[in-house]
């Protein structure tokens, strides 16, 4: 295993694609900050990269999944090249959405708050490599 000090030094390229990020919420996911938070988040990807992933969020866990969720209560339409530029934080996420650079179905007040769901510790790590939020968002 990589010592802590490795990682901050020579710290892992960001991924290109926005699968990675969606895929890895599970890992920067912060229990104590979604608290009793229950949410099915579906990802509907266009682009260069389209994809349909989603996110199961409730009893103090994150788990992400390929393909379809059965009943979200939240759908981001996004192209890929929106989203990778949201979860970087090189782009407000609330902007982008506004200007209909990606499109929500579903409860607005879950996209809100997702942002605050990742881990202090994951946010940190992104921050030292790139000064920016790694689930920035509205």
Same mark, same amino acid.
């Given at each position: 295993?990589?010592?802590?000090? /490795? @990682? $901050?030094?020579?710290? %892992?390229?960001?991924?290109? +694609?926005?699968?990675? /990020? ?5 890992? *920067?996911?912060? +229990?104590?900050?979604?608290? &009793?938070?229950? *949410? $099915? ?21 994150? #788990?992400?999944? #390929? ?10 339409? $996004? ?8 979860? +970087?934080?090189? @782009? ?8 209909? @650079? ?10 809100? &708050?997702?942002? %605050?769901?990742?881990?202090? +510790? =994951?946010? =940190?790590?992104?921050?030292?490599? %790139?000064?920016? %939020?790694?689930? =920035?968002?509205?």
């Amino acid at each position: 295993m990589l010592s802590p000090l /490795y @990682l $901050t030094l020579f710290p %892992s390229p960001l991924p290109d +694609r926005v699968e990675p /990020y969606i895929m890895g919420m599970p890992l *920067a996911f912060d +229990r104590r900050a979604a608290g &009793a938070a229950q *949410a $099915t988040i579906q990802f509907r990807v266009s682009g260069s990269e389209p994809g349909d992933n989603w996110l199961r969020i409730g009893n103090g866990s994150c #788990e992400s999944f #390929e393909g379809t969720a059965p009943a979200p209560d939240l759908v981001v339409h $996004t192209p890929d090249g929106v989203w990778l530029r949201v979860v +970087r934080g090189e @782009l407000d996420g609330g902007q982008a959405l506004a200007e209909r @650079l990606f499109r929500i179905e579903g409860d607005p007040q879950l996209l809100v &708050a997702f942002p %605050s769901w990742s881990s202090a +510790r =994951a946010r =940190a790590s992104h921050l030292s490599r %790139s000064g920016r %939020s790694m689930c =920035a968002g509205p």
